[in-house]
């Protein structure tokens, strides 16, 4: 009775703290909402004309959409990065901070549910894919696998923040018992969700360019490199503009860890290059459009060069201890990193798996003005989540914002003590 | 065949058949939410709730159909026919099409789209045919789809016509997240309009690019509708749903053959009953060299290409 | 020595008459299936009785006897080049090949067999099966040339005229109808939803 009372007064506190701040905070959070704005109406055109609207078409079935959506998914599982030392390893800076890799976990899967649900041509049926209610084709079909695990994730992320921060909330040790399990049920579960989505692309034998087995490995691998990277910009932002305290040496650590798997993700590259070019056969020309263009199609060539090189250049940042340890290369590189995975895992992957087309036609797709905005919209729904979610964490994690101190008015914090986290937070 | 099913819920609910499934609870409570999706307007809640075909009893079925001819009638001013023909027993379709004869005339193509109530505009065509050097024999990459020579063949090319190949092991079937596409027991590879959520994974599956989308509303003028139709095949589709050869389904269900067929100057398309010993599809396969397109996906098709000369 | 024969055959009636056959030939696979069905009066022992549409002649040629009596101009089996029938270039087979090898001389509403047996218009596949016995076999179960009907019951099959002129039998070329739209041109109708 008494924890319930609790959760639903942490609601209600945290829905007051969520409309509290200064004005750079409302001046983001408005800036988001315009955007969701511009997306809901171009989605509401997209809605009464149909997808006809975009620029797919039968040749290409699926673009902007779903490559960001493969994209985020990479994001989303990266938050393993994260917890894979912090749990195993029992590595303390990082532990601070994994809380936030789940909660950049949350905002991917809601990006990656919503650029789904705008792709699909029937979304007022989505109840056909929930299971149980509707006729989910499971095992068959891995589009029902990706609906459950994507799903199961979310739960789970979001499980273990709320919960994380509910005890921090009422200033009581967290249940080891209950975390634990569930974190390193996460490990498995984050890797499941980027191998199922492979496994999407992976198992159709029409598409050559996808048919690879090296597919989910390149995704695990490219996901590591940019999941990260978002991270690392995050956590300097975080610590010069709140009281949390991240460690330089986590900040190098994760940098270091990210120096291996852009460095495998690069060799994953070129074994899948080479293996096209030496053996040249047929399935050679889906890669050909992509780097050099088919017929006098050369949409992806800048964008797929441009992929090589920021991954490559980011690589060289981010091996070389002095350019890893100075902020300004550091930075630079995420920034790199992020561009080339961008482009791989998302139009990089999409659009030359289907192009040419099964029967050798190609169609240069390049997203419409409508599905630019309606991106817009979703990406600018994740930052709003991961927003208020980080609104309403770090004063938690902080210790500032508890059951007992919110009574005193937060208007005057007391100092608090840096070795407050959600994780070791005692009464 | 799951017993439960959504009443009408037009507020006639007194069947008496017990408590309500879990089915109808929940379907119903993500109404609201998919109503405000849809644009609502042109969406009834029978049909929002129309279960999956494969699971619909007779009479649930017989409703449906009413709906349909009713929506039809008032949408095109004139009485369309939506059937149900069973597979016939003993019965797997296949159709083999003689490589050696087919001139690219396209009059199958447009046939297919008359018969088949096809979008006109944005236009959907379920056969492509291809133009290909004979030099360089079957490789999509150097055929050209678009070519319009005064008259065909010409002069040292083929033409290779692709529609849906009825995989027997087929990826559509495979990848449907919802099980809106299966195979019949007479082979044929169907859709249901009213179940397809549209995500086109199937498209992306198909290695014959048969499936096609409704990217808008269909456009298909009153005067051009064929109103003998399908629920499976022909009947006129929704948008944001996918769409696919179905072997004529309303015609070879009654011993017609497929429209594509029948239209053939050149006798290129041989159609019948692969389990029939006399069948002409049969002598093709044994007496003829019958060749797989894309047979190393091992796919299994019902679709043979032959030389017939 | 043997004679050049660019030019031969029956009794004209009228002028354009080739481009009347080429003409019936092209759309007659369209319009086939209303034609009169008549049996052939003098089925060969191995053929069995086949349904077929009337054969495609020119219009007002048939029957060749109301010229070709027998009384006003006198058959004469001597190989020539002719003044009539001058529209009609033979293509078909070596050029030896001449109208009496398979016109029959005293009856012109027939045709004759190698062997000398008289066959009506409508059984002309017998005479085409004499030397092309492959296509022959392949047409009489359906795989050459286009059948109509039903699949699992009757069929109306084709003569070999009605897409080949026997004077010229290659098949000829079509028009083909439009090309698919291009993706790049599926745009959205202006104003969207009607």
Same mark, same amino acid.
């Not at chain 3, 219009?59 to 006897?65: A, H, R």
């Given at each position: 009775m008494d924890s319930l009372r609790n959760l639903s007064r942490f609601a209600l506190d945290t829905l007051r703290l969520l409309l509290v701040g200064n004005r750079y905070y409302y001046a983001w959070v408005g800036f988001l909402l315009a955007l969701i704005l511009c997306g809901v109406f171009a989605y509401t055109g997209q809605l009464s004309q149909g997808l006809i609207i975009s620029n797919m078409r039968d040749q290409v079935s699926w673009g902007f959409y779903i490559g960001n959506f493969t994209f985020l998914v990479g994001v989303a599982a990266a938050a393993i990065m994260l917890v894979i030392p912090a749990y195993i390893y029992d590595w303390e800076p990082i532990k601070e901070i994994t809380i936030l890799g789940e909660m950049l976990a949350i905002s991917a899967l809601v990006m990656c549910l919503g650029f789904v649900l705008v792709d699909i041509g029937r979304p007022d049926r989505f109840w056909h894919i929930i299971p149980l209610v509707g006729k989910l084709n499971w095992p068959a079909s891995l589009l029902a696998w990706d609906v459950i695990v994507l799903n199961l994730y979310l739960l789970l992320n979001w499980f273990v923040v709320t919960y994380l921060l509910f005890c921090a909330y009422t200033e009581r040790h967290y249940v080891k018992a209950i975390v634990l399990p569930l974190v390193l049920l996460s490990i498995p579960m984050a890797v499941s969700i980027h191998t199922v989505t492979a496994y999407l692309y992976n198992g159709i034998a029409a598409r050559p360019f996808w048919n690879s087995a090296i597919l989910a490995p390149r995704f695990l691998a490219s996901a590591f490199c940019s999941g990260p990277a978002i991270l690392l910009i995050l956590l300097q932002v975080l610590r010069k503009t709140t009281k949390l305290r991240i460690t330089d040496e986590a900040i190098f650590k994760i940098a270091e860890l990210m120096a291996y798997t852009m460095g495998f993700n690069l060799f994953l590259t070129a074994a899948e290059v080479f293996k096209e070019f030496y053996s040249g056969t047929e399935h050679l020309v889906f890669i050909q459009y992509l780097f050099f263009g088919l017929k006098g199609h050369t949409t992806l060539v800048p964008f797929a060069w441009a992929s090589i090189l920021t991954g490559l250049a980011a690589f060289l940042?981010?091996?070389?201890?002095?350019?890893?340890?100075?902020w300004i290369t550091l930075n630079l590189g995420c920034l790199l990193i992020y561009a080339s995975v961008y482009?791989?895992?998302?139009?990089?992957?999409?659009?030359?798996?289907?192009?040419?087309?099964?029967?050798?036609?190609?169609?240069?797709?390049r997203p419409s003005v409508t599905e630019a905005f309606v991106a817009a919209g979703i990406f600018a729904t994740g930052f709003l989540v991961f927003t208020l979610m980080l609104k309403a964490a770090v004063p938690v994690m902080l210790g500032e914002f508890t059951a007992r101190r919110r009574l005193g008015g937060g208007s005057h914090p007391e100092p608090s003590d840096h070795n407050h986290s959600a994780r070791e937070v005692t009464p | 065949m799951n017993a439960s099913?959504?009443?009408?819920?037009? *507020?006639?609910?007194?069947?008496? !058949? *017990?408590?309500?499934?879990?089915? !109808?609870?929940?379907?119903?409570?993500v109404a609201g939410m998919a109503g405000a999706l849809a644009g609502c307007g042109k969406l009834s809640m029978e049909e929002f709730l129309q279960r999956n075909f494969r699971e619909l009893a007779k009479d649930e079925i017989q409703k449906i159909l009413l709906r349909l001819e009713k929506e039809y009638r008032a949408k095109f001013g004139k009485p369309v026919r939506v059937g149900i023909e069973e597979p016939m027993q003993g019965v797997v379709f296949g159709y083999a099409l003689d490589l050696s004869r087919c001139i690219g005339c396209r009059r199958c193509v447009h046939a297919c789209v008359r018969e088949n109530n096809q979008s006109r505009d944005p236009q959907i065509q379920w056969i492509r045919v291809m133009e290909m050097e004979k030099e360089l024999g079957v490789d999509v990459q150097h055929a050209n789809h678009y070519y319009d020579p005064a008259v065909v063949p010409r002069e040292g090319h083929f033409y290779m016509p692709v529609q849906c190949h009825q995989c027997r092991r087929a990826p559509c079937v495979k990848v449907c997240p919802v099980g809106a596409t299966w195979q019949e027991p007479d082979g044929i590879t169907v859709v249901d309009y009213n179940w397809c959520i549209g995500c086109r994974y199937c498209m992306a599956a198909c290695p014959y690019g048969a499936r096609h989308f409704n990217w808008g509303e269909p456009q298909l003028p009153a005067a051009e509708l064929n109103t003998e139709t399908h629920y499976l095949g022909n009947r006129p589709r929704p948008q944001g749903v996918v769409e696919k050869c179905t072997f004529c389904i309303q015609r070879t269900r009654k011993g017609l053959y497929p429209a594509c067929a029948e239209i053939c100057p050149t006798g290129s398309r041989k159609f019948g009953n692969l389990m029939d010993p006399k069948s002409e599809i049969r002598y093709v396969l044994e007496n003829k060299r019958v060749f797989l397109f894309k047979e190393d996906l091992n796919t299994k098709p019902k679709f043979y290409y032959f030389y017939g000369v | 020595m043997p004679l050049r024969t660019p030019a031969i055959a029956c009794a004209p009636r009228r002028g354009r008459r080739l481009a009347f056959l080429l003409g019936a030939l092209l759309f007659l696979p369209a319009r086939a299936q209303h034609g009169v069905k008549e049996k052939a009066e003098h089925p060969a022992p191995q053929a069995p009785e086949i349904q077929v549409p009337a054969p495609?002649?020119?219009?007002?040629?048939?029957?060749?006897?109301?010229?070709h009596d027998g009384k006003t101009m006198k058959p004469d089996p001597k190989r020539r080049e002719l003044g009539m029938h001058t529209e009609i270039e033979l293509k078909h087979g070596p050029e030896s090949r001449w109208c009496l090898d398979c016109h029959d001389l005293a009856d012109r509403d027939s045709l004759r067999l190698a062997s000398g047996e008289r066959i009506p218009f409508t059984s002309s596949y017998m005479l085409c099966g004499q030397c092309h016995g492959d296509k022959f076999r392949d047409w009489r179960v359906g795989i050459h040339g286009k059948r109509t009907g039903r699949w699992n019951g009757e069929k109306q099959y084709l003569l070999c005229v009605h897409c080949h002129n026997p004077h010229g039998p290659r098949f000829k070329p079509l028009?083909?109808?439009?090309?698919?739209?291009?993706?790049?041109?599926?745009?959205?109708?202006k104003g969207g939803r009607p």
């Open positions: 940042l981010f091996l070389i201890p002095r350019t890893r340890k100075n482009i791989e895992k998302g139009m990089g992957l999409i659009i030359p798996g289907l192009t040419p087309d099964v029967l050798g036609e190609i169609y240069e797709y | 099913h959504p009443g009408p819920c037009s *507020g006639s609910c007194p069947g008496g !058949e *017990g408590t309500p499934g879990r089915r !109808e609870f929940l379907a119903a409570a | 495609p002649f020119s219009e007002g040629v048939f029957p060749c006897s109301s010229c028009k083909p109808m439009p090309p698919p739209v291009p993706p790049e041109k599926i745009r959205p109708s």
